[in-house]
């Protein structure tokens, strides 16, 4: 069926470096795939999408990867903050559906 | 946060009881959407609804009944809450538009004793 699911629950970095955190997904209908940042009492904000015609897309400090031949996804954080730390769902939807399915999560810790 | 109002942010009751959680939206958005978060499990998704009284299950759905008189609100309730529907309960809307225009409110909070 279908799943969404992280590589790892929780991740610490150096402030300054490079984030990344993964994402599997196993619905290969699904064509739509967005990352959320979720801060602590606050609902998750869309960070940002990537269509499945595409394999990367940036913004600002971020970076998102896509390889349909492994249903792999990637966040990429660039130069971490302290504002960054956070838990990131990936989620993912098929061409048309009208609802999301999310991911377990990932714990983005920042160290001074 | 778009507009989007969830009451009460806090309950605590008892097993048994039925409980009703609000969604009110000031964005007059067609899509609305009830998701529990529960350590492990990310957010799941109960049930959600496409219109005024068009309403459809999602992956949780079982326990839980919703309801859409008008289009700011979307009620969610539990008949009889178990100590399993403890969880942090997030609604979200849309208007249409793709989901990278989906807005979640902050939360209610509900634990069943």
């Known amino acids: 069926g279908e799943s969404v699911g992280l590589h790892l629950p929780t991740l610490s970095v150096q402030e300054g470096d490079n984030s990344i955190i993964n994402c599997a997904y196993s619905n290969s209908a699904s064509d739509y795939f967005i990352w959320y940042k979720q801060e602590s009492g606050k609902g998750p904000q869309f960070i940002i999408d990537i269509r499945s015609n595409m394999d990367k897309r940036q913004g600002q400090r971020v970076t998102v990867l896509l390889n349909k031949t492994v249903k792999h996804l990637s966040l990429q954080i660039a130069a971490t903050q302290p504002g960054d730390s956070a838990v990131y769902f990936c989620?993912?939807?098929?061409?048309?559906?009208?609802?999301?399915?999310f991911g377990q999560g990932t714990r983005l810790t920042i160290n001074p | 946060d778009a507009g989007i109002t969830q009451s009460p942010r806090h309950k605590v009751t008892e097993t048994g009881t039925p409980v009703t959680l609000r969604c009110h939206q000031t964005e007059n958005h067609r899509y609305m959407y009830w998701y529990r978060q529960d350590p492990g499990h990310g957010l799941r998704l109960i049930h959600y609804?496409?219109?005024?009284?068009?309403?459809d299950k999602g992956e949780v759905s079982d326990g839980y009944s919703v309801s859409r008189s008008k289009t700011e609100d979307f009620l969610l309730t539990l008949e009889s809450a178990t100590s399993s529907q403890t969880s942090v309960y997030f609604c979200?809307?849309?208007?249409?538009?793709?989901?990278?225009?989906?807005?979640f409110g902050s939360g209610t909070q509900l634990s069943v004793l």
């Open positions: 609804s496409y219109g005024v009284k068009d309403t």
């Open positions: 989620a993912e939807t098929p061409s048309g559906a009208q609802k999301l399915v």
């Open positions: 979200a809307t849309r208007d249409g538009q793709g989901f990278e225009k989906l807005f």
